[in-house]
């Protein structure tokens, strides 16, 4: 089993910067076999969006509405996945989850960030 801990959510002013974190613990048999990890975001009323991914091999994929302004990076001696965001908006405010892929997928439990105008 693999258990994730997202944090860093909170409230900024549009243009601001949040950097989200994601612990990755658990069985390290189960870890090792994590293929990539991702970040998606849920706004109210709407369904859970994909935002971006990492790979094993640090190869970082995004989402057209966060491109050039969100990373998403690993440190692999911390456990940990990251995802810096920058020039935030108001229509970023949601609840923000990570994701690692396996045979399945692994979820955290989310971490709301709200952008105000």
């Known amino acids: 089993q693999v258990q994730l801990v997202e944090s860093g959510g909170g409230l900024v002013q549009t243009g601001g910067s949040l950097e989200l974190s994601c612990v990755v613990s658990?069985?390290?048999?189960?870890?090792?076999?994590?293929?990539?990890y991702r970040w998606y975001r849920q706004a109210p009323g709407k369904q859970r969006e994909w935002l971006a991914s990492?790979?094993?091999?640090?190869?970082?994929n995004y989402a057209d509405s966060v491109k050039g302004r969100f990373a998403i990076s690993r440190d692999t001696a911390k456990s940990t996945v990251y995802l810096q965001m920058n020039s935030l908006k108001p229509e970023d405010t949601g609840t923000y989850y990570c994701?690692?892929?396996?045979?399945?997928?692994?979820w955290g439990q989310g971490t709301q960030v709200t952008v105000s105008s």
């Open positions: 658990g069985n390290p048999k189960d870890i090792y076999l994590i293929k990539f």
């Open positions: 994701s690692a892929a396996a045979a399945g997928d692994y």
């Open positions: 990492v790979a094993g091999g640090a190869t970082a």
